[in-house]
């Protein structure tokens, strides 16, 4: 197993996560982010000791709330940022937004929109670089994922071909307004368990405690002893999303926020770390994200007439509204200058 | 020559591509059996790169994405039509989208194979469907080879293609054979139609096995009209420059399509002739009707949703005289 990091190192990465999502929501009221987020403040703990626990080239498939994921693997403020406000300098070009966004370089191979799936792409990706390597995959979902067909499918697939995947589930108590053990029969670790798949529970505002979990399941899945599940029990302080801001839901008591409010997770660990050494992370923090605002403001915008591009790896004509303007020919001549084609630039 | 059946060329092109790719390997129900015979032999070659999976098409879908991100090239065999419906969005949503949400970071390619679409004699309602307009609609490369040659040839080419692609194998095509030299079986390029059958009066084109009854019906009327006969072999992309040379010359259309109506590949191709083609009659289409469902296993109910030769000529006919 890898030695636990620094203390500091820990709460560097939550205090990042936790100023980044700060300045999420304040480019979100400035209309600068217009999908809104779905702020994971409360829960970086996890994402801290997640991905401390990983090696660079193991592979990550992150979910809706996943800014945590990136910024914890090193994904760069500045780019991501810029892929948030929808601009050419984006890890994605611009094409992915805070939903769906994925930066190989920081070794984040996706976050499919649709809940629970990358459970199952996480557990193909992890057969395939096993077959060429020692990497691990890593899929991330919540609490609402553990009751999608696909993802228990995938319990079953990852346990029968003993893939080298860590489930990790972040348990925040809710599904957007649903309650955890309102959609839950039986139990997060229970449902792994019914395949096979090693799961604990496992407290995720203590970054360095899921550190250990996370690191023990990695070291399994890495030795060839196949896929395992944490369940982090944790808890998000905003709302599902930023339009919670507008609209009060009723789903939960303000006494519940301000009890996990006392297990931050950045209190935590800043207890650890002594302040003129937190004084100095802070002051290096605030200046990358200045710089990583500004960057991600300044970044241009996408031409409109490239949003083809990518689509296809191969030349397609593509029809219809920007592309073939009415009374087109139907035959181009080459690629002539009225027809957009969808191509790659990888 | 040997005879080279449909069925076998999809086994053909399989083998051939797992031996010359090692990441290629194929995943599905039942394939170690080779039910559908597109598998046979494959376990004793490649027995690492068979995977049997369980009945999880939602999950081996999205698995196969996964591996194909990873660097690999999946084929998965699906044992029905309607197992699409179940994984359309996996494949549509997740799979297709990755390549663009990812600014081309990363690649998909993934193979669908449905090794027997459409019409099965007695099969009913929920084993009958022919949905490879849902995929086009929605942007997923799609092609439907009529022929041994062509199954060959755009199986090959599906799997090397970086994108997600449906392979849709007609049922009434399996079992067809055809006369070719194995050296002559090669890639057939995704976008690129082929004419079956040369003529001058009226472009007939048709989907997949209907291939076969339109050069039939050709044949059939050829002392009173010079048809041609139009495959476009992939149905996104679509060759349109194809059609459009084959129309420029008859200036009259017919579509001949298995699918549904409403929204169907009849309809695409009946309102880009309109737009952007010159046509010197009011094009016709013969499809399935609206909201077919196959129904029961009276041969008189099944076939009454069909899309039929003697429709097919009526069609002509109409489009000929106007
Ligand atoms: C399959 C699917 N169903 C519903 C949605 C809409 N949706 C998006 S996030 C979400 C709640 C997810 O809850 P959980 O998995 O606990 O993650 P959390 O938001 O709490 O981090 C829902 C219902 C979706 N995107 N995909
Ligand atoms: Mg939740």
Redesign the pocket.
Known sequence: MSARPAAAAFYGTIRLIRRFEERCVDLVRSGDIGSGI?P?VG?EGVAAGVCAALRPDDALLS???GHGHFLARGSDPGRFLAELTGRVGGVDRGRAGSFHPSDLSAGIWGAS?????GAAIATGLGWALARDGDRVAVSV??????S?GALLESFNLASLWRVPVVFVC???????T?P?PAGIAGSVAGRAAAFGIPASTVDGQDPEVVYDAMAAAVDRARGGDGPSLVEFTTY?YEG??TFERRMRLAYREEAEVARWRERDPLAIQAARVPPPVREAIDAEIEEVLDAAVRFALESPRPDPADAADHLYATPVRIRGSLFAPLGAAAVPDGAGPQFRWGFSHA | MPKLSYAKALNRALTDEMERDPDVFVLGEDIRFALNNVTTGLLDRFPDRVLETPLSEQGFTNFATGAAMGGKRPVVEYQIPFLLLLVLEQIANQANKFRLMSGGQVKVPVTYLLPGTGWRPGWGAQHSDQPYGVFAHLGVKTVIPATPTDAYGLFLSAIRDDDPVVVFCPMPALALREDVSYVDLAPIPLGVGRVCRPGDDVTVLAVGHLVHDAVAVADELAGEVSVEVFDPRSLHPFDWAGLAASVERTGRLVVFDDGNRFCGVGAEVLATAAEEMRLAAAPKRVTRPDAAVVVGCAPELDLAVQPSRAQLVAAIQAVVKS
């Open positions: 779905h994971c829960q979910n809706h709330r929109g649709t809940v629970g799936h979902f919540g609490d609402g994922a553990v999608q972040e348990n925040n108590g809710y599904a957007t649903l955890a998000r599902h999303h």
